[in-house]
């Protein structure tokens, strides 16, 4: 049973407009998420993370959202850039054991 | 510019072969990690280790098997390879807990 849901495969975003990724969890014992992005034939590039102590974490053009009374989680884009096009993977670790869960991914399209 | 290398990139192998991956990090990471990743599905944990001679079975069951003789070399060996051992195995690395992956560029490994 997955415990990383990403449940849009695709998603399609103009250019310059915010990008909203998805991903949802089912372990209430995770308390790190991350945020991934992988190109063709390249391995993931980490992105941005966030502790469940905190509810918001920046960086850049990147923002993570956590609501863990939904256990869901959100990245957010903007603005949108072509470059962005990519796979995005959810992941998350539980406290007691270090090892990081993935999402099935959502591939992200900037249309221009 | 990645710091954990990953080699071959691409490699296309007839049934029955043995084959080894090997995967280096030039970060002094304890921690290292084989994931595997089918087109369009999550990455599933095959192998991992926390430091020489460490070494566990990830949360997919997998025929390979992995080494930790040095710090920073983590190979994955298929003894007799199968068309059904044909994926993307993603290399990994990090300093501990609540902290990031670094991957590799994967090798696409197909079986004939």
């Known amino acids: 049973d997955q415990q990383v849901k990403q449940n849009s495969p695709s998603l399609s975003v103009q250019e310059g407009r915010i990008s909203i990724l998805n991903c949802d969890y089912t372990n209430s014992m995770f308390d790190y998420f991350l945020w991934y992005k992988k190109y063709p034939a390249e391995g993931p590039t980490f992105l941005i993370s966030?502790?469940?102590?905190?509810d918001k974490n920046e960086d850049g053009r990147f923002t993570v959202f956590l609501n863990k009374s939904a256990k869901h989680l959100s990245l957010h884009i903007v603005p949108s850039q072509p470059g962005d096009s990519a796979v995005y993977f959810c992941?998350?670790?539980?406290?007691?054991?270090?090892?990081?869960?993935f999402g099935k991914g959502t591939r992200l399209h900037i249309l221009p | 510019e990645a710091d954990i290398y990953q080699t071959p990139r691409y490699l296309v192998i007839g049934t029955g072969k043995k084959i080894t991956l090997e995967c280096s990090q030039t970060m002094g990471h304890d921690k290292m990690y084989w994931y595997q990743q089918d087109p369009g599905m999550e990455l599933h944990l095959i192998h991992y280790s926390y430091g020489v001679n460490s070494t566990e079975k990830g949360d997919l069951s997998s025929e390979s098997t992995v080494s930790r003789i040095r710090t920073e070399h983590f190979p994955l060996t298929l003894e007799s390879a199968r068309p059904s051992h044909t994926s993307q195995y993603l290399c990994a690395s990090n300093q501990g807990a609540r902290s990031p992956l670094h991957f590799g560029n994967g090798t696409r490994l197909t079986v004939t």
């Open positions: 966030i502790s469940s102590i905190k």
């Open positions: 992941a998350a670790s539980e406290v007691r054991d270090d090892k990081i869960i």
